[in-house]
């Protein structure tokens, strides 16, 4: 099974509105990522939470990190059509000098114009 | 420009036969992954490396195999012990505890 769960596993909401995505993952971790990929293409990082923080924002985008719960959340504001894709959290659960990121089942957002 | 670069872009293979897909980075970074992924499914790491001539297995390495001659390389061969090889296979490196940058992935068929 996949360390990590995003849920819910699909989503659709109207352009302006706001997106939300969770993840829940299952051992611990020393940073949580959120990836995007369009349809047929590769994924693309839109941001970094470490495990010591709790909260992190870039642009429209808000991440939480909650690491007694073992869950992070995805906050899209304003969404465009455009934010159209499906979204990944990844974690990285390596150790002893090796980093070994997996990657949870995704969320395809559709945002409708 | 420095990215990930990965070829082929579609592939073809018949039942039987290994096929090698490449993966080559000018970013400078250490680490590099194998993932597969299925239709309408999240991504599954088959190997890993963070150093030349070391690499780990993922969670999915059976029927797969890897080499790290090179920083810049790390080609991945689908063997004919993968049972169900049809996937999307998409590579990526990065900086150790960092981000990581992908490929425009390679899409294999068997036939």
């Known amino acids: 099974s996949q360390q990590g769960e995003e849920d819910p596993q699909a989503l659709s909401i109207q352009e302006g509105e706001n997106a939300t995505m969770n993840c829940s993952y299952k051992?611990?971790?020393?940073?949580l990522q959120w990836y995007r990929q369009n349809s047929g293409r590769g994924l693309v990082h839109l941001i970094l939470?470490?495990?010591?923080?709790r909260e992190k924002h870039s642009g429209r985008l808000r991440v939480t990190l909650d690491t007694s719960k073992k869950s992070s959340s995805l906050l899209i504001t304003a969404s465009r059509a455009a934010d159209t894709a499906s979204y990944f959290c990844?974690?990285?659960?390596?150790?002893?000098?090796?980093?070994?990121?997996?990657f949870g089942t995704g969320t395809k957002l559709q945002v409708i114009p | 420009d420095g990215g990930i670069t990965q070829s082929p872009k579609y592939l073809f293979r018949k039942e039987g036969q290994n096929v090698t897909l490449s993966c080559e980075q000018n970013?400078?970074?250490?680490?590099m992954y194998w993932y597969r992924q299925d239709p309408g499914q999240g991504l599954r790491l088959i190997y890993y490396?963070?150093?030349?001539?070391?690499?780990q297995k993922g969670d999915i390495a059976e029927g797969y195999s890897v080499s790290r001659e090179k920083k810049e390389s790390f080609p991945l061969t689908v063997t004919s012990a993968q049972k169900n090889p049809t996937a999307f296979y998409l590579c990526?490196?990065?900086?150790?505890?960092?981000?990581?940058?992908f490929g425009e992935g390679s899409r294999l068929t068997v036939l």
């Open positions: 990526a490196s990065g900086l150790f505890a960092g981000e990581l940058f």
């Open positions: 490396s963070q150093i030349v001539n070391d690499f």
């Open positions: 990844a974690t990285d659960t390596g150790s002893g000098g090796y980093q070994k990121v997996t």
């Open positions: 051992t611990s971790i020393n940073n």
């Open positions: 939470i470490r495990s010591n923080e």
């Open positions: 970013l400078n970074h250490d680490a």
